[in-house]
């Protein structure tokens, strides 16, 4: 009996043991749960946008346009002038092309504008060697227009320009560029892997009419835009209410029609029309009222370009995806939200892109198998918990919140700097803001995001009369647009009639 009794106390403590191993190993997977929830809670609290805040970031906006119109550089809202008075109105006629330059492909456009409206249109893309990326600014050029040429030799009998006309095109060329006429500007610097050293300075305008010039096509360029300012004219065109335009995609800029006298460091001669488009490059929009959180500043340090374009770097399409991640490297550092080793992947920047964010985002299956999908095959994370596939969601459902609540705070800025934001005594006028962009058109969690806090900003009674309006292709249709309300041809006209 004594054997037995040892045996059953020896048995008994074993289990015992077992039982305190398996409990101290709970609590302690609990204390790095809760640790965890303790991180998605304080990226809540930081990353809050309630209506007092976003009101505030609006006035900022307001006061920036303000003072980026009043002086360069009294802002870190650049508010430049883009040389745009004529904004098309639907009664531009005849064959009209566009160039679309802002990555590595290229688009060449054209578009028949008959009866107030778009006849027909074509386009076709092409990619840019990448040996010409940094070539010479001759090599770069001499490419383009030979697929232009190209492009125009095959053009059927329907595309043909009126007889004694020089074709014309709207030229939209997506880098830095300091403007100095509506056909005219010197590109400030390269962006997006392009080098060539010999193009910096230049007016991109010349260098392209230089090259069209060396393989004999008869073609001038009327308008260079950038595809903002692209996006309002054709919005402009298919509605006469648009005031302004709002790019959301991998990056984020805004534009509008503002009056030209109320534009101080505009020094030429008032233009007829007596309005001027103002690209905003609202991108570089900063202000105390931005709730910043650790992710954002060491994204920003970290970044080709610190200090610069901080209201993009929580706003727009490429950095939401690069914000999560962030979240999610401190969650498995700090409290080992994915085992007790960080998964190597986890600290590749960018590895996670904001259209697998949306992903994520969007996924409305049970066991959230999307997510699961995301993980193993990106970040190589597999077997991961339900619970912990539901917390990736919040903290998606976080940044994307923040970053379209604060779109509609940077809208509500423009919207007041117009008179637009209050009850107007005319019950009809509409006031129209085309939105173009990736982020916009494909996170539909985002879009509907921003379009219910824009509502909930103006309220009940003006929210009647402002409509947020999708105007696609404005880089492409628009320049085009652009080239024909520019039109040299446009006087000859008007004195013909």
Known sequence: MGKVAVRVAVGMAVVAAV??????????????????????????????????????????????????????????????????????????????????????????????????????????????????????SDALFDYIVAELAKFVAQESEEFQVAPGKQRELGFTFSFPVMQSSINSGTLLRWTKGFSIDDTVGQDVVAELTRAMERQGLDMRVTALVNDTVGTLAGGKYFNKDVVAAVILGTGTNAAYVERAQAIPKWHGVLPKSGEMVINMEWGNFRSSHLPLTEYDHALDVESLNPGEQIFEKIISGMYLGEIVRRVLLRMAEEAAFFGETVPE???????????????????????????????????????????????????????????????????LGILKKLGRDVARDRENQKTVIALDGGLYEHYTEYSKCLENTLDELLGDEVTKSVVIEHSNDGSGIGAALLAASHSQYLNYLEVEE
């Open 19 to 136: 039982a305190a191993v398996v409990v101290r190993r709970r609590m302690r997977k609990d204390g790095k749960y809760g640790k965890a929830m303790g991180i998605v809670k304080e990226l809540e609290e930081k990353c809050g946008t309630p209506i007092g805040k976003l009101r505030q970031v609006a006035d900022a906006m307001t006061v920036e346009m303000h003072a980026g119109l009043a002086s360069e550089g009294g802002s870190k809202l650049k508010m430049l002038i883009s040389y745009v008075d004529n904004l098309p109105t639907g009664n531009e006629e005849g064959l009209f092309y566009a160039l679309d330059l802002g990555g590595t492909n290229f688009r060449v456009l054209r578009v028949q504008l008959k009866d107030g409206g778009i006849a027909n249109q074509e386009f076709e893309e092409v990619s840019i060697p990448a040996n010409l990326m940094t070539a010479t």
């Open 345 to 411: 992947k986890l600290k590749v920047p960018f590895i996670l892109r904001t259209p697998d964010m949306s992903a994520i985002h969007h996924d409305t299956s049970s066991d959230l198998n999307v997510v699961a999908k995301k993980f193993t095959d990106i970040l190589e994370i597999p077997n991961t918990s339900l619970k912990a596939r539901k917390v990736v969601v919040e903290i998606c459902n976080i940044v994307a919140t923040r970053g379209a609540r604060l779109a509609a705070a940077g809208i």
